[in-house]
């Protein structure tokens, strides 16, 4: 199992970004799929989720309204489009099947 994170990057505050995570090993198209982060001194939060044909998805309470999931089965890919982001976004995103994460992407939102 591969996952790995891009995009992420500095941004000020009320700016977006747009997560990618590339994805092998597995069944991509069957594969629920999920967002985590990781703030600085603190364990990893649940972000977002979404079924494997992407018709149901789930948010965090702290990002619902802000950020959107989305994959692309036919690249196995998935997505984390993330807009107004706010200094307290500011964390490690990993793109998560299960237990299996990859490395990480930074984020930081900061003026």
């Known amino acids: 199992v591969q996952l790995v994170e891009s995009g992420g990057g500095l941004v000020q505050p009320g700016g977006s970004l747009r997560l990618s995570c590339a994805t092998s090993?597995?069944?991509?198209?069957?594969?629920?799929m999920n967002w985590a982060r990781q703030a600085p001194g603190n364990g990893i939060q649940w972000v977002s989720t979404i079924n494997a044909d992407g018709s149901t998805t789930l948010y965090s309470n702290s990002v619902k309204g802000r950020f959107t999931i989305s994959r692309d089965n036919a690249k196995n890919a998935l997505y984390l489009q993330m807009n107004d982001l706010k200094p307290e976004d500011t964390a490690v995103y990993y793109c998560?099947?299960?237990?299996?994460r990859g490395q990480g992407t930074q984020v930081i939102v900061s003026s």
């Open positions: 998560r099947r299960g237990a299996d």
């Open positions: 090993g597995f069944s991509f198209s069957v594969a629920q």
